[in-house]
């Protein structure tokens, strides 16, 4: 049996404990290389069981510890012992490593744009699960994927489900995308009802288990802001004709409408294994282990209802910032970290998240039109001291 190489980029969050599920059950699978921020005792418990040829924990100390422990416990033997490396130079050696053959980029934040690049160039294929590698430098990624004819797959249940609807399909036959959402938590309410929100309150989703930064973000939809701006690098379409919708029980990922009038849906449980395992095994569709199945008998019905962009205004503003391009989708994405993060640290308010971000995107940032990304790096950390100033 042919066994694929995985690159697991971000194996200890949401994404990459899921990934590794699908891995574990598949003896065609091998997990050969792991990377990790901070945490070094799942990373540890990971080693232990999938044996990788290379790990990398990006902080430098943990990783001496690492290397330390694991000479020290005995419990793999000299040739089983993996490479570890750390910082940036670490993940981007993890993302072009020789043996792999498919990267999952499962990196949370603009960390993901340099490994993902360096995969590219070592000519891996791409199962993307960072969503600021697209919004804020799509208009390099994108043409870097065809020039070196790599295979890219969405890993976000939206984009997947779009990608699934346009199987078979002609690029110019779209019309629409419908890019659906739940509504988080707060659906419905008025902006004078979160005031008081808490962030335990925010954290509880409906009908999905993520993140926290992501949870909140789906609370305040910057969430799907974020999937329009990766959406017109993914599917090459004008942002006008990406249309976010409410769909609140999340069982249509998304949907796409062709020329003729024609609507391809891409319906399941809200479960991330669905699309993750797609993006591994794609065009096959094989069984995946704990994947809960959609009760079509207790589905009486299928609503949608238009987003309020005036409550959660921080999906106009995303949208806005997609359309002037530039530098302003990495202000956006930076803003709404730093805001995020205050918030959760009981810092500011619920609603003040999309003030935060409103206030930093007026700032002038039109000089940069098509940004490298070195500059993209310097507009994020001027945007996050901007914000820290006027905060903290």
Known sequence: MEVKNIAVLGSTGSIGTQSLSIIREDPGLRASVLTAG??????KEQIYEFRPEMVCLYDEDKARELRDELHGEHVLSESELPVIVSGMDGLLSAASHESVDTVIVALVGMIGIRPTIAAIK???????????TLVCAGHIIMPMIREHGVELMPVDSEHSAIFQCLMGERHESIRRIYLTASGGPFR???????????????????????????TIDSATMVNKALEVMEARWLFDVDIDDIEPIIQPRSVIHSMVEFQDGAIKAQLG???MLVPIAFALYAPERRPVKGE???DLDALHAIEFEKPDMCTFK???????AGKKGGLYPTVFNAANEEAVAL???????????ADVIEETLKEDWSDVKAPDVEEILRAEQRARELVRNKLL
């Open 38 to 43: 901070t945490n070094k005792e799942l990373l």
């Open 122 to 132: 070592a000519h891996k294929k791409i199962a993307l699960a960072n969503k600021e």
């Open 188 to 214: 419905g309410k008025h902006r004078d009802e979160l005031k008081d929100i808490r962030p335990e309150d925010a954290l509880k989703h409906p009908n999905w288990s993520m993140g926290a930064k992501i």
């Open 269 to 271: 449980a809200p479960s």
């Open 292 to 294: 809960p199945l959609l």
């Open 314 to 320: 921080g999906l106009r503003l995303g949208i806005e």
């Open 343 to 353: 918030f959760l640290s009981g810092r500011i308010g619920f609603l003040a998240i």
